[in-house]
């Protein structure tokens, strides 16, 4: 069997070590094995190389990697999602299934693209498929890492009226109101402080864009709910990450005395043809410039060392085989 270099998970206790490691084969005619050209390094990346993500099988050795950009055999450049949690997308080769690529166009940034669909499709997705946005609606966005600052400006092409974004970082914060964002609110350790300053800036929302989760998600509920003048009017909640916490306490009362819908939006809540119907048209934004990316590339073979480095605020690692 043919070798590859790859990133590869041994142990979910260690980062991925850069080996040889044999070729996937395609196992019907559905799946194409693609030259893969970058690959991001997302949180969702992290947790499934830890065992950690709720897809997760448990199976080792992996290779890490949801997504990326490929060349298909024939040269064509394509977008896709690994179907696969042990042979993902960190590799000099992937298997790309047939209803899981786009193409693209030949001139597009790649690293760009690596580097923003999943961020970018958390929002977008949610904000089209699980709570289509009424023109004019406002939304708070709450968790300001690359998912976050790239939802506040997805709302605001897809025509939400105030948006405003809440995060603990005042250094990824600040600059979101340069990016669309209408008001922002620190989150901080002053519980009250907090949750009064959610109540004024974002107490009348129509949805909430939740990366957060656990406590500070837990908190600002409550804070939002008491804020309504009108508590039978709806608030829709999108739980999209939980980078705070898997769980959150929630009062029965919460939804007995208030029209708080909550809901999710990730793989599994909406159909794979869903995404990929959604994928072109935020590639375009993407490409147009209307949603913002920060990307620092490196070669696959650091991946070990780029693994224990955090990435600079704001930026997304993208890892060239
Ligand atoms: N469902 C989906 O479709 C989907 C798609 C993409 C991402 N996600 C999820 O969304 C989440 C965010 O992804 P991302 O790409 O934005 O990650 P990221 O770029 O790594 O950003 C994470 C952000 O979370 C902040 N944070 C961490 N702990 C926090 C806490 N206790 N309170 C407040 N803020 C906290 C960090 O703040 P600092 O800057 O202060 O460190 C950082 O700004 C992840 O859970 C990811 O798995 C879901």
């Known amino acids: ?24 084969q395609p196992t019907g005619a559905k799946e194409t094995l693609v030259e893969v050209v970058a690959a991001a390094l997302h949180p969702r990346v992290r947790s499934g190389a830890a065992g950690a993500h709720y897809t997760s099988s448990g199976t080792l050795p992996l290779i890490p990697g949801v997504d990326g950009v490929g060349r298909l055999p024939g040269g064509q450049l394509i977008y896709f999602a690994s179907d696969d949690d042990t042979r993902g997308t960190m ?58 600052a790239m939802a506040v400006a997805v709302a605001k092409r897809l025509g939400a009226g105030q ?43 129509d949805i909430v864009v939740d990366y957060l989760w656990g406590e500070p998600a837990a ?8 804020a309504r003048a009108d508590r039978s009017r709806a608030l829709d909640w999108i739980q999209i990450g939980a980078i705070a916490g898997l769980t959150l306490a929630l009062p029965s009362a919460a939804l007995r005395s208030t029209n708080l819908r909550v809901q999710g939006s990730g793989q599994g809540s909406v159909s794979p043809t869903a995404y990929l119907a959604e994928l072109p048209s935020l590639v375009a ?34 890892l060239l085989p």
């Open 1 to 24: 069997m043919s070798q590859m270099n790859a990133a590869v998970v041994t142990s979910f206790a260690e980062p991925p070590h850069y080996m040889q490691f044999e070729v996937p």
């Open 91 to 148: 590799a000099e080769q992937a298997l790309a299934s047939t209803g899981r690529w786009i193409e693209l166009p030949a001139q597009v940034d790649v690293a760009k693209i690596a580097a923003a669909m999943n961020p970018a499709m958390s929002s977008w997705v949610a904000l089209r498929r699980r709570v289509p946005l009424q023109p004019g609606q406002s939304v708070l966005v709450l968790g300001t890492g690359n998912a976050g």
């Open 163 to 205: 948006v405003i974004a809440a995060g603990r970082n005042a250094e990824r914060l600040n600059p979101l109101l340069a990016q669309g964002a209408d008001a922002i609110v620190q989150l901080t350790d002053d519980q009250e402080t907090t949750n009064a300053a959610l109540a004024a800036a974002a107490g009348e929302v």
């Open 219 to 226: 908190q600002a509920i409550t804070a939002l709910l008491m």
């Open 285 to 318: 934004e993407i490409a147009a410039g209307t949603i913002p990316v920060a990307v620092r590339t490196a070669p696959l073979a650091e991946v070990e060392q780029i693994w224990n480095t955090p990435a600079p605020a704001g930026e997304r690692i993208v």
